[in-house]
């Protein structure tokens, strides 16, 4: 078989004319191909990536074939390299990507730049080497070339992102229904390149100006602490917050699988049989969680600084830890994370993404006391993405829906056991004193009766009560350890997540004007709560464990 010279020829005349491009799709594409290189022990490689790798792909194309002078269309996106510069330093140095979240939390933080870039200037710089050396060679190599275009081909690929765009629409239409939140879901999941990074700051504005009020009252508002007691020895403070987690499913409450191994057998736990959350919805039980005010006053929880600025003003080192998107349904959760002086994500990832991160923190030596907030992937849907397959364990029993989805939620609920404890087990050999709070968000709906709901938001006995315990390290003071004895009063009784801040200042010491001893679990003063909570019709004082 003869192979023509025509053929061979022409692979490397087209290679010839459009190397310079080739070079700059190279470092526009980095902070993609890292991510999916570095992460793929974190995540599984899903549909969600090769949907962005194609669009990233599709503009790339499309920016190539609208114009023959590329030298000037290069030139015009330079904002562009500009920000796939901050893309790719997010990736190599907090293994997360350009999006909405650090766009927002740096908004909020931008008088702290120059401690960032004092910080940061030696990666930073090696950044804008490789930018400078990319950009460079490919305005070089384009200058006073003239490429051929083709139209044809052009509209091929207009019509080709229109259709991957649609298709992700009309996905996401059959999650969220026809309107507003299906737009931004769509905006929130592109993080292609380099359009995509107009996504991400079309959403931080949304979000921004849907709650510019709120944002500016969080800032001005103070955080007035009354005493930060010395009685208390606790130097680490963990605070885990999971998600979609029901107590029904875990072994640590009597379910008949044993899906919480590790938590079964761990010394020191103190669990609540009937915590109840403030909201089946993300957005408002994680800011209810983590704030003194009640769920019945939301404008003051909003406006008001979280446990974050708490522990922050009491001279704590705050840290965020976080597996979860920052898009549209986040609501005030981001300017909570900006309330601590260290955040990073790691979207799209394993909960277990963290805990290089984790461990990095609780080995920094430092003297002073340190609170770690970590937000969780946990049981959020799409149950089989959310643990690797070292714990696919549990396995349907018959071919129906029901069976499937409860096996792959209980496998959620085993990976989530494997984190817990392998955070506590840190905690124990970092040797410091040491606390950890953990509750889920809410709970979920996974096709328990005749009805077949799934998810939350519903607002009933599956997605209203929550897992949560507390652990504490056996070298605390004798006086705390005497305070979370009360704990075991408190296992049976009513209980809401909102009292879980409350409890947490007095375990530490520290007490704020806001601090309610009503609320507080460790308190004689403590009245069992009513489990009031926020549904989408709106305020609901009580939800009642004994009528179930």
């Known amino acids: 078989m003869k192979i023509s010279v025509k053929a061979i020829d022409y692979p490397i005349s087209v290679f010839k004319a459009e190397w310079p491009n080739l070079v700059l799709w190279a470092?526009?594409?980095?902070?993609?191909?890292?991510?999916?290189?570095?992460?793929?022990?974190?995540?599984?490689?899903?549909?969600?990536?090769?949907?962005?790798?194609?669009?990233?792909?599709l503009w790339l194309l499309a920016i190539r074939f609208a114009s023959f002078n590329q030298f000037k269309t290069h030139v015009v996106l330079f904002p562009f390299y500009l920000l796939a510069v901050v893309d790719l330093f997010l990736v190599l140095n907090f293994n997360s990507r350009f999006t909405a979240a650090y766009v927002f939390i740096g908004l909020n933080n931008y008088k702290e730049t120059s401690d960032f870039l004092s910080t940061y200037w030696r990666p930073l710089t090696i950044v804008l080497i490789i930018f400078v050396a990319c950009y460079g060679v490919g305005l070089i190599g384009l200058y006073k070339r003239e490429l051929y275009k083709n139209k044809g081909f052009f509209v091929l690929v207009i019509s080709a992102l229109l259709f991957g765009y649609g298709a992700y629409f009309y996905k996401t239409v059959k999650v969220n229904s026809f309107g507003k939140h299906a737009v931004l879901d769509l905006v929130a999941k592109d993080q292609s390149t380099p359009i995509g990074y107009l996504s991400q700051i079309g959403l931080t504005a949304h979000m921004y100006l849907q709650s510019e009020q709120f944002?500016?009252?969080?800032?001005?508002?103070?955080?007035?602490?009354?005493?930060?007691?010395?009685?208390?020895?606790?130097?680490?403070?963990?605070?885990?917050?999971?998600?979609?987690?029901?107590?029904?499913?875990?072994?640590?409450?009597?379910?008949?699988?044993?899906?919480?191994?590790?938590?079964?057998?761990?010394?020191?736990?103190?669990?609540?049989?009937?915590?109840?959350?403030?909201?089946?919805?993300?957005?408002?039980?994680?800011?209810?969680?983590?704030?003194?005010?009640?769920?019945?006053?939301?404008?003051?929880?909003a406006s008001k600084k979280s446990l974050v600025g708490i522990y922050r003003a009491a001279g704590y080192m705050t840290y965020w830890l976080s597996v979860q998107e920052v898009d549209s349904f986040g609501g005030i959760i981001p300017q909570i994370a900006a309330e601590a002086q260290n955040w990073q994500y790691f979207e799209r990832s394993y909960d277990g993404a963290l805990m290089p991160e984790y461990k990095k923190i609780l080995n920094k030596g430092s003297a002073q006391k340190q609170a770690i907030f970590i937000h969780i992937k946990g049981s959020h849907f799409d149950y089989s993405r959310r643990y690797p397959d070292d714990f696919k364990k549990f396995k349907?029993?018959?071919?129906?829906?029901?069976?499937?989805?409860?096996?792959?939620?209980?496998?959620?609920?085993?990976?989530?056991?494997?984190?817990?404890?392998?955070?506590?087990?840190?905690?124990?050999?970092?040797?410091?004193?040491?606390?950890?709070?953990?509750?889920?968000?809410?709970?979920?709906?996974?096709?328990?009766?005749?009805?077949?709901?799934?998810?939350?938001?519903?607002?009933?006995?599956?997605?209203?009560?929550?897992?949560?315990?507390?652990?504490?390290?056996?070298?605390?003071?004798?006086?705390?350890?005497?305070?979370?004895?009360?704990?075991?009063?408190?296992?049976?009784?009513?209980?809401?997540?909102?009292?879980?801040?409350?409890?947490?200042?007095?375990?530490?010491?520290?007490?704020?004007?806001?601090?309610?001893?009503?609320?507080?679990?460790?308190?004689?003063?403590?009245?069992?709560?009513?489990c009031p909570y926020l549904l989408g019709t709106g305020y609901v004082p009580a939800f009642d464990f004994d009528a179930l």
């Open 27 to 57: 470092f526009l594409l980095s902070p993609l191909i890292v991510r999916l290189i570095t992460n793929h022990q974190y995540s599984k490689f899903d549909l969600l990536a090769i949907y962005t790798a194609a669009i990233s792909v």
């Open 396 to 530: 349907p029993s018959t071919n129906s829906a029901k069976d499937k989805i409860t096996a792959e939620y209980d496998n959620t609920i085993l990976y989530t056991d494997w984190l817990l404890s392998s955070i506590i087990e840190q905690l124990k050999l970092s040797k410091k004193p040491s606390v950890l709070f953990y509750s889920s968000d809410h709970g979920e709906n996974i096709m328990d009766d005749s009805r077949g709901l799934l998810g939350h938001g519903i607002g009933n006995k599956y997605d209203l009560p929550v897992s949560a315990f507390v652990w504490a390290s056996d070298n605390i003071s004798g006086q705390q350890a005497l305070k979370l004895s009360k704990l075991k009063e408190r296992e049976n009784q009513r209980v809401s997540i909102s009292s879980l801040p409350h409890t947490l200042l007095n375990l530490t010491g520290v007490l704020t004007s806001e601090y309610r001893s009503s609320d507080d679990l460790l308190s004689n003063d403590f009245v069992t709560s009513k």
């Open 215 to 301: 944002i500016k009252q969080r800032q001005e508002s103070e955080v007035k602490i009354t005493s930060v007691s010395n009685e208390s020895n606790i130097e680490t403070v963990v605070f885990v917050i999971g998600e979609s987690s029901r107590p029904q499913n875990w072994s640590l409450y009597g379910y008949d699988k044993q899906t919480t191994p590790n938590l079964d057998k761990l010394a020191g736990i103190y669990k609540f049989n009937r915590m109840c959350t403030t909201a089946p919805y993300t957005s408002v039980a994680v800011p209810s969680m983590l704030s003194l005010e009640p769920i019945s006053d939301w404008n003051a929880i």
